[in-house]
């Protein structure tokens, strides 16, 4: 079975948002605007072939492949 290449930059972000659950406060860290945040979490989700966070308005969590 072929793995996806992960960059390291998107699993940086993915770890950053995990620990923050907040968009937002993850990008602050990150020194980046939250859009591309949520755009490298979406394309290490299509890498991965799983969401990793539940979105919901005002919040999010972890999946189970998060």
């Known amino acids: 079975m072929d793995r996806p290449e992960l960059p390291l930059h998107h699993l940086h972000a993915f770890a950053v948002l995990a620990e923050e659950l907040h968009f937002g406060h993850a ?13 490298q979490i979406r394309r ?5 072939g799983h ?7 005002g919040r999010i969590s972890l999946t189970a492949a998060g």
Request: neutral net charge.
């Open 44 to 48: 290490l989700e299509e890498r991965v």
């Open 27 to 39: 990008a602050v860290r990150l020194g980046i605007a939250q859009p591309p945040l949520s755009q």
């Open 51 to 57: 969401p990793l966070f539940h979105r919901e308005p």
